[in-house]
């Protein structure tokens, strides 16, 4: 089966590793994967060459700003190359390779399958602009195959804001590698006496920074912390800056492989927006490292499944999940974050893959 993967960029989060995880499987099956990928922006770190070596094809034009005349370059490049390839099936992520994909999918009668590993519809912008992309999303669909992660996604995207066709909505967790935790150089300079609350990805809006800096100054009054941010992103400085004037002992890392991240961990805290299912609370849960953050997205379902402990959206309420869990005993392995890094979902993807493009 040849099976081509869609994606704005391969910047170093959950679309790239899942993506990873699914060639490799399908790969090692007998499948011919490509991959087809824009560029990552100036703050990001581009890891396709590294977790996807020989598979990806660079589109120019193509990325995460939105820009008409790059985006009008890229959508021919990506015609052309469609054309040739003529693969069973097309998996898209991603929200601008989603929308690209779905439509040249539609004019080249090419099988679609489009994975929202999150999306824009809320979190990013006033009411007007979302209410623009949740119409933009449901002209898009088409007659395209579209998954979830979770259930609630799914209720949503598909009940709540009516994209796509009914019948042809999935569920499916992604496969998640497991990460083993390492100690590293760096973890010698942090200070041994107190827990150490990890912020781990991208300093964006949508991740609100602001409110996690908040949440550990109010843990900070129950109990001393120490904050390691491993991440970058267009947020950072400003985030430092807060940092300082809200006095927080605090370790800034720029981007470090999750395996070191959390070999030096006590609690991995998130205060998103919104969120699909996140990869790095999954990694978390899986090393051992207990995970606290709201019930957005996702992250309800994390919340239900035991992956996460879910408190109300404010810095009190997050700082009060955080010292309880600093309190109790460090837990183990969660099972289910064990569960999704086995090669039975990959098979599944196939089998969802083999499924679309035998329906006309």
């Known amino acids: 089966m040849k099976i081509v993967h869609l994606v704005a960029r391969l910047n170093d989060g959950g679309p790239a590793r899942v993506i990873a995880q699914l060639a490799a499987a399908h790969r090692a099956a007998g499948h011919e994967?490509?991959?087809?990928?824009?560029?990552?922006?100036?703050?990001?770190?581009?890891?396709?060459?590294?977790?996807?070596?020989?598979?990806?094809?660079?589109?120019?034009?193509?990325?995460?700003?939105?820009?008409?005349?790059?985006?009008?370059?890229?959508?021919?490049?990506?015609?052309?190359?469609?054309?040739?390839?003529?693969?069973?099936?097309?998996?898209?992520?991603?929200?601008?390779?989603?929308?690209?994909?779905?439509?040249?999918?539609?004019?080249?009668?090419?099988?679609?399958?489009?994975?929202?590993?999150?999306?824009?519809?809320?979190?990013?912008?006033?009411?007007?602009?979302?209410?623009?992309?949740?119409?933009?999303?449901?002209?898009?669909?088409?007659?395209a195959w579209h998954q979830a992660l979770t259930p609630s996604q799914l209720h949503e995207l598909r009940d709540q804001h009516a994209i796509g066709r009914v019948a042809r909505w999935r569920w499916l967790p992604p496969p998640v590698a497991?990460?083993?935790?390492?100690?590293?150089?760096?973890?010698?300079?942090?200070?041994?006496?107190?827990?150490?609350?990890?912020?781990?990805?991208?300093?964006?809006?949508?991740?609100?920074?602001?409110?996690?800096?908040?949440?550990?100054?109010?843990?900070?009054?129950?109990?001393?912390?120490?904050?390691?941010?491993?991440?970058?992103?267009?947020?950072?400085?400003?985030?430092?800056?807060?940092?300082?004037?809200?006095?927080?002992?605090?370790?800034?890392?720029?981007?470090?492989?999750?395996?070191?991240?959390l070999g030096c961990a006590d609690l991995l805290l998130m205060t998103s927006r919104n969120e699909g299912l996140p990869l790095s609370a999954i990694e978390a849960a899986g090393a051992g490292v207990p995970v606290v953050a709201p019930a957005v997205g996702g992250l309800a379902d994390a919340a239900r499944w035991g992956v996460v402990r879910a408190a109300e959206r404010t810095p009190q309420a997050l700082a009060m999940a955080c010292a309880a869990i600093l309190a109790a005993p460090r837990p183990g392995p969660h099972p289910l974050a064990l569960a999704l890094a086995g090669q039975k979902l990959a098979a599944r993807y196939l089998d969802l893959y083999r499924h679309i493009a035998r329906c006309p």
């Not at 598979?55 to 054309?83: I, K, N, Q, T």
């Not at 200070?191 to 409110?211: E, H, I, N, S, T």
């Not at 004037?245 to 720029?254: I, M, R, V």
């Open 33 to 143: 994967v490509v991959v087809l990928a824009g560029a990552c922006a100036a703050d990001e770190r581009d890891i396709g060459d590294e977790v996807l070596p020989g598979l990806v094809e660079r589109v120019g034009g193509l990325g995460r700003s939105l820009s008409p005349w790059s985006d009008l370059r890229a959508a021919f490049a990506l015609r052309g190359r469609l054309r040739d390839l003529a693969p069973e099936v097309v998996h898209t992520h991603t929200a601008k390779a989603g929308a690209l994909g779905r439509l040249l999918c539609r004019s080249l009668s090419l099988p679609c399958l489009h994975t929202y590993h999150g999306h824009v519809l809320h979190g990013y912008w006033a009411r007007p602009v979302h209410a623009a992309f949740a119409v933009a999303e449901r002209a898009c669909a088409g007659n």
């Open 178 to 261: 497991r990460v083993v935790p390492r100690r590293a150089a760096w973890h010698d300079a942090l200070p041994a006496d107190r827990p150490r609350v990890l912020w781990l990805g991208r300093f964006a809006g949508v991740k609100d920074p602001g409110l996690w800096l908040e949440t550990v100054a109010a843990l900070s009054a129950i109990r001393p912390v120490h904050a390691v941010l491993c991440g970058d992103g267009a947020l950072r400085g400003r985030a430092e800056a807060q940092a300082a004037s809200l006095g927080l002992s605090a370790t800034w890392t720029g981007f470090v492989p999750a395996a070191e991240a």
